[in-house]
Structures are given as C-alpha cells and as structure tokens.
C-alpha cells in the first residue's frame, strides 16, 4: 500500500488551515493510499480526520511512548521514544510528502524528506514553511524534488511523483 | 487499534517454527489487532503471511529505507534507516510482544520491551532465544513482564495481558 | 567541557570555505571549547584539523558503523548506524552550532537545532544553507536562536549565546 | 582513540560493584582508552570517577536532552532524545564493552552489541545480566563475541579483544 505523509503545524492553527488539510486527507484516502503522519493536532489532526471520513488509513508516528498523544483519527499509533529524532521517520516512510504550513519541525522534515531523495509538494497559501521553503535554492540534486501545487491538485501531484 | 508485535528468526529457519509463526499470525487477526513486527523474512514472514490470509492488518519496520526488503506480506512498510536500531520501535509500538525462536536481534528486542514495560510471552518449543530467556532471573519490575505460552496459547495470553 | 557542533557540507567544496571553516575549528580550540560534528568531510574535515592544530578536542557522531568513514582529525569517533537521524544528533549534543555553507543535511540540522533549543550561528559569505536560511522568516519562538556572523566572530557569538 | 564502553546498572548497587566498576574505569584511562557509557549513574558513574581520578577522558551517551542527568565525571556530554533507543549508541560507538551487573538496559545492550559485532566483556562475581548472560547459548556467529573475566583483567581481556 502506498503511503503519503503530510506535515505541518501541530497546536492551535486557523481554521483555513485545518479545511485544507482535512480535504487533503480525504483526498489521499479516496486515491486509495495510507495517510503517514507525526499522529498528533493541528494539521495532523485534520488531515487525519479527512481520511477516516474517507474510509482511509492513517498511521501516526509519535515521539512520545504515550499513545494518549495520538489524535483520535489515528488507526494504527507508532509510539517512538525518539522525541524529534522521530521526525526522520515520518519523512522515511512514505513515499511522497504533502506540507501545509509548519514551523521548526516541518522544516526539519522537508530537509530530511530531500536527504532521503522523497518528492516534496509544498501547499500553496498555506504559509509557514510549506511557503517559507519556496525562497531557498537548493543544490541541483534536490531542487528537481521540491513541488509546489494548489491544495486541490496536492494528493494528485504527490501522486503523479510517486508512480 | 491494537496492535501486538511479533519477533524471531530472520533467514532460513525450520518448517515447524514457520508453521508456528503462521498460526500466531492469524491468530492474532481473528481476534482483531494488527500485526506488528521488523518486515523481513522467516518468522516475520511467515506471521505476516497467516495475518494476511486470516484478513488482518500487518505493519513492518525496516532497518533500512529499501522497501523491497520487507517480505510481500506486509500491508503498511516503515522503512527507517535506523539499522538495528530500528528494533527499538519494533517493541515500543506494540501493545505486547510475541517473540518465536530467535538470536541476539530478538534478545534485543526483548530487553527493550521490558525496559518499555511491555509485556513479552515466549512461546514454549520455538529453541533460540525465545526459550533460552527463561534462564534468565530478571528484577522484580520486569520479571512480572514475562510470560510463556505453548503456540496455540500465544495470542490469547498476550490479548490477556493487553486488556 | 562545553561543545560547538559545527554542521555543513561534506565533500568537494572551494578553498575560501575551507580556510573558514578551518579557521573556525582552530577558534572553538582556542577558546577551550570541543567541537562536535557529523565526523565526515568537507567543512567538518577542515574545522577538525583546525582544532587539532590548535590542540583542540574533536568529536564526529558518523551516520555508519563504518569508523573509516570519519576524517581523520576525528578524535572520539561515534559510529551510530543511524543514517541521516543521527543529524538529530549531531545538533542535541553541543551547546550552540555554527553553520558554513551546507546543503539539505544541513538544513535539516539547523531545524532540528531550533527544535532543541539551541543558538544556530550562520556563518556570512559561505553560501549554501548558511546563507539561504536567512530568508526564512521563523516564528518568535525559533527566531531569536538564529543569528549571523562574520567568519572571524562566528565561535565569539556562539560562546556568548552560550555563556 | 580506541573507546571502551562500560555498561550496566543504573541508581543503588552495591559497594563492592561500585568498587569494580570504579577500578574497571580507572583500568581504562591508564590503558590510554576513552570509556564511553549511558552517562548516567551507578556503575556508569563509578566507572567515570575511576577514569577521571586516572586521568583518562569519559564520553556519556544521555537519553534525554537533559544535560544534568549526567554524572560529574563525564567530560563529554552527549544529550540525544532518544529515550532508551539510545542504548543502540551506546554499544555502536566503543570498540569493546565491558558489562558490569545490570538490568534489562544492560541486557538489551548486551544484545545490541552483538548485533554490531562488538566483543562483549562480561565481569565475574558482579551478579546482574552479567551473570545471568552466560546461561544463553547463542548462535556461533556471536558466540565467539562473549567473554567472561575477573574484574582485575575485564579491561585487558577487552583491549586483546580490540588489537
């Protein structure tokens, strides 16, 4: 089963935000694709209630041993231990990346998402580092897997850079 | 979702403790949880395989971030990178932990469970390590975490011990 | 013993980058201070023999189990088999960072750095993520660990932002 | 500079352990080796004093980010947010162990150490995983990596392991 892994902020973000990534949710359940994500608010939560309302799976991998930490759209908790350092599996594991909006933590997944040569759609209008990102120029090795797309054409170019 | 995991020989082992695997696998899909364990060969295999013809869900941690080495059983690929390291979480994601026959990998695995307080049943006539940890006389804090079950037994206890 | 991680690329880089970095290695030795970093080439090549030279200690956390795979000015090598996660912790380990020049693997090193907390120094004139970073607008919370110096007070800034 | 990694029990032991561990340590340092460890108390912090009164430079691998859960005698402070996984590092890093009593930390290092290849010391009349390691049969490939040794030649016997 192909996963895609959406990031972005966690905590209380508006509700714009948390629109855009719950149809993104839904959409990758709808293409038939697992949700991968750091299983806890704000984006991530959002996102994973568009794909449960989709009849999708979704995979949340925390940096806590505290299941509690999941939100409740998660099915199946990956409880880490590794703090941050789980950040490097959330961008492992799937196989495209979708990012909305984000702080510290977003960037630090898109940075390794390119270490580990895995296409990144940054979300239009969406702020934060999903728009922050588009000022860097990467080396020519990672520019090519850096994408941009608005947030109803996200899951299809994720999609389209997977396959 | 729960989720129990599964631990033992990688690489060729005998059609008995295959067998056994097998069972333990859709066992533990009859009853409802998903299977968890490290996405490679022998055990891992063959319990991803019962899971998968008894209907159920199974998730596999790779040491490694090449997906062709989790074996075609498995639903939902982690691959991490992490390396041996990567068994940390093959213990810390589960609910409790099944460990059939095995060598030093599994051994580690179970340590790290009882240093998670996860409950861990060796199951009785698998050899390696899953008998040869009944030797050892742990502390009170973990002792209490280990268990043994002959293989039709294994599933049962450790639901048991989850709920 | 307090510790600058010194983070940027590895490989073929240009002389003047080098010179700085090497320049940069020999100022945390002077001021009694370790220098931790990813052990490998490059910029982490040269701010190593910049501290050995001046009598320094150095530290390399490798992505490998492979110790060859350190530079040889390497005092405590640290094999991890870890892959990219260790950049987790190449930036938990010392106290403030100091970045020249670095591409994706640094940038996911500056994030993770601002993720923990930590005094990012980004060292003018090296180009690359040292430089491309500066365009990224962070929330409160990160902006005021990131900061900018001249080669020659890059180790003065990050020991200020220590002390 | 070749490490050796001490391992084993954390919080209250015994005098006697704490007397080996400290001599083991010192043993270290005049052997002109680092001593790497949890960074933590016990055995571990026994072993630190030991080198440092020697003269020797100690390395401690934290799980946390939290640099005052070292003990006094670690020069180099290495905080991961890894959580137990950082016992992976702990064995991955020295090119021999030496385990001293110990729990299921020190089990699951033990293990791990094997996993990696690593010669493993296991210090007589210390009581812990120590002793109750030498029950398991393992397969022959690690086999020939467990050894057993008087406190008095733990650290000869892990330096003719090395060379």
Chains 1, 2, 3, 4 share one sequence.
Do not use: W
Request: hydrophobic share 45%; charged share 20%; net charge positive.
């Amino acid at each position: 089963m192909k996963k895609i892994g959406v990031i972005g902020s966690d905590g209380l973000i508006d509700d714009k935000i948390l629109y855009i990534a719950e149809a993104i949710g839904a959409d990758i359940a709808r293409r038939g694709m697992a949700l991968l994500c750091g299983g806890r608010g704000g984006v991530m939560e959002a996102a994973c209630r568009g794909a449960k309302k989709a009849g999708g799976l979704t995979v949340g991998i925390l940096p806590s041993l505290d299941k509690s930490q999941a939100n409740k759209y998660v099915d199946i908790i990956i409880p880490t231990s590794l703090g941050y350092a789980r950040n490097s599996i959330v961008v492992s594991a799937p196989d495209a990346i979708i990012a909305i909006c984000g702080s510290a933590g977003t960037l630090s997944e898109i940075a390794m998402a390119l270490n580990y040569k895995k296409p990144v759609v940054l979300v239009d209008g969406t702020g934060g580092m999903a728009e922050e990102v588009s000022k860097i120029r990467f080396d020519a090795e990672y520019a090519g897997l850096v994408h941009h797309a608005k947030p109803s054409d996200a899951v299809e170019k994720a999609i389209k850079l997977i396959l």
